[in-house]
């Protein structure tokens, strides 16, 4: 998946994680799933800055009114979030843990 900037992408903003989690297997290439699905889950912080920078802004996450920033609050169990708010940078997070899960779940289907 790479940065699309101000330009606009070739599919519709989603609101919820799963939504995001579709858009990124078909837009992310075989390379980089491969190197994620193989990376341990206390790793993925190392891809914070680069693809998670990706998705907060490819998803529009910074603005205030982003379904999918409050999908993640909702889903975020590590912090308590009394006004159903997570900061983008949190909330690219739980995407990139959902992401690497279904990355996950499908290798093993595949192994079956």
């Not at 297997?25 to 920078?53: A, C």
């Not at 993640?72 to 992401?99: L, M, T």
Request: charged share 35%; hydrophobic share 30%; glycine share 2%.
């Amino acid at each position: 998946m790479s940065d699309k900037n101000d330009t606009e992408a070739p599919y519709d903003i989603p609101e919820t994680i799963e939504e995001a989690v579709e858009i990124m297997l078909q837009n992310t290439n075989d390379k980089d799933k491969e190197v994620i699905s193989k990376m341990q889950e206390k790793d993925l912080t190392l891809i914070h800055h680069g693809f998670g920078t990706c998705i907060r802004n490819n998803f529009k996450m910074w603005k205030p009114t982003s379904k999918l920033v409050q999908a993640c609050a909702e889903r975020d169990n590590s912090i308590k979030h009394r006004s159903h708010y997570i900061h983008p940078d949190d909330a690219s997070g739980v995407v990139i843990k959902a992401f690497w899960e279904k990355l996950n779940e499908r290798d093993r289907n595949l192994s079956d």
